[in-house]
């Protein structure tokens, strides 16, 4: 299992949730920079001086500054670099001024630290040496130190640095979906191994749920140590589980990854794809905000939520390439649908397609800061 017990810098008492924690002296949160910035407000579920916006995935292929930077530079070797890292997630909030940077980097960097053979394969996805299908394979996984983050953390602290009064979102995959890659050994249409494994081997399941639990957590718990403002664990393939099996078998798992960093305080937002059934129990892992993918407009989302968590969402990524007036029209629409939760930060209902214009996100955000807040 990752190691969980020992605490880092900027903690008091026991990790994962059981001691009140500290974030560091001069942390963002703390020294006036991010407490009060757009972002964080509408997290907090307060009205914010401009409606705040950013973008899943804004770092990234859209951008030419970044296909320039990342020219004969392997996908995570990019984000095991902590300058490059930390250029290529302050780039669009240079070019677009949005009101949050998403620390760049892949949710299976913590399996490379702790010393797991996975890559990045062009036009597939994260592919593992050898998959993780058995109570052997468990535990023979490596462990995940404190000290191998270092990276992670020199990063994030480069990046706040420059950015000043805008926030740093922190981020890990949920351990649902890092589980899913390591027993598939690649990405998978229907993640038919792990819904399997749930059933058929519970035991190993749910080892290898804390597992990868507790590798997100310390992940998210580095960068929110180092700096970040906020946390996003994303559960991409949660929207192939039904309610039962994520409740049983994959919540318990999540809730632990973010034992690791509840205490800090700092806003945590959960957001998954495909999981507009699923809102309810992923909200009660015990998060602030909720994102919400593009299938489910966000006034039904805040119904079933019962009015009381701040939304983040949800831009359906199509439209960016739509005509500007059917994409301002849904815009707007977004916006006015969002404004009955107690918060809303506008995003997508996904991530930035690589083929998107940039020159469009930059006008959404100066549309999306035209409209006054309520």
Known sequence: MTSSAV??????GSVGGTTAATLPAGHPLLDGRTADSPLITAYRGGKPSRRPVWFMRQAGRSLPEYLKVREGVAMLDSCLRP???SEITLQPVRRHDVDAAIFFSDIVIPLKLAGVGVDIKPGVGPVLDHP???AADVAALPTL??????PIREAVRLTVAELGTTPLIGFAGAPFTLAAYMVEGRPSRDHLGPRTMMHADPETWTALANWAADASGMFLRAQLEAGASAAQLFDSWAGSLGLADYAHHVAPASARALDHVRHYGAPLVHFGTGTSELLVAMREVGVDVMGVDYRLPLDEANRRLGGTVPLQGNIDPALLSAPWEILE???RDV???GSAAPGHVVNLGHGVPPETDPTVLTRVVQLIHSIPTQ
């Open 83 to 85: 300058e490059l890292a």
């Open 132 to 134: 993780v299908r058995t």
């Open 329 to 331: 029209a849904h815009v």
């Open 145 to 150: 130190t404190w000290e191998s983050l270092e």
């Open 7 to 12: 605490p880092s810098p900027g903690t008091s």
């Open 335 to 337: 916006i006015a649908r």
